[in-house]
Antibody, heavy 118, light 108 residues
Framework: EVQLVQSGAEVKKPGESLRISCKGSGYSFTSYWISWVRQMPGKGLEWMGRIDPSDSYTNYSPSFQGHVTISADKSISTAYLQWSSLKASDTAMYYC???????????WGQGTMVTVSS | DIQMTQSPSSVSASVGDRVTITCRASQGISSWLAWYQQKPGKAPKLLIYAASSLQSGVPSRFSGSGSGTDFTLTISSLQPEDFATYYCQQANSFLGVTFGPGTKVDIK
């Protein structure tokens, strides 16, 4: 079965760092880009950026450039999204998704809820 | 970035109704358009890619059309499991991937 499995929910304090993960299985991980998508509570979908796992080349949305880092370890078929200093406004559900036919996303992870609160 | 708009923002409909959702891009995007369905507490699900290609496993009552700046998602006969929020997406990251604000389809 082709799937993306994300790491579990996180509760953090402002200023803390965090890395969440997305593990692909059932397909060639290096053959498809992985994107990250944010959904704030009760809001719509926002594309954050993507990575080519074959060479770790990244593209970021201007809205997220410099605020997060996307990386990947192809040896374990895992992509990551990380923050060096979280803010309360980072509280959201984060999804990873596989790029298909351009950047249509055919496989999605189950989501990782990140809560940032003092 | 290209801006995506959707109309209506919400629609109330009955089982069996034909529902049409419109998506407009702020500039031409050829056929780089996808549609997703999202139910509460769940990840989005790809319905349509390349504006009109039906994703594998998606019922044929869903269809997409359009190119350039104007696109449409049609549900030919609404089923109980179709009550959800629908998003369009500009699907070319070199143009900056963006989603529309969503259209909520609920029960009349």
């Amino acid at each position: 079965e082709v799937q993306l499995v994300q790491s579990g929910a996180e509760v953090k304090k402002p200023g803390e760092s965090l890395r969440i993960s997305c593990k692909g299985s059932g397909y060639s991980f290096t053959s498809y880009w992985i994107s990250w998508v944010r959904q704030m509570p009760g809001k719509g979908l926002e594309w954050m950026g993507r990575i080519d796992p074959s060479d770790s080349y990244t593209n970021y949305s201007p809205s997220f450039q410099g605020h997060v880092t996307i990386s990947a370890d192809k040896s374990i078929s895992t992509a990551y999204l990380q923050w060096s200093s979280l803010k309360a406004s980072d509280t959201a559900m984060y999804y990873c998704a596989r790029g298909y036919s351009g950047d249509a996303f055919d496989i999605w992870g189950q989501g990782t809820m990140v809560t940032v609160s003092s | 970035d290209i801006q995506m708009t959707q109309s209506p923002s919400s629609v109330s409909a009955s089982v069996g109704d034909r529902v049409t959702i419109t998506c407009r891009a702020s500039q031409g995007i050829s056929s780089w358009l996808a549609w997703y369905q999202q139910k509460p507490g769940k990840a989005p699900k790809l319905l349509i890619y390349a504006a009109s290609s039906l994703q594998s496993g998606v019922p044929s009552r869903f269809s997409g059309s359009g190119s350039g700046t104007d696109f449409t998602l049609t549900i030919s006969s609404l089923q109980p499991e179709d009550f959800a929020t629908y998003y369009c997406q500009q699907a070319n990251s070199f143009l900056g991937v963006t989603f529309g604000p969503g259209t909520k389809v609920d029960i009349k």
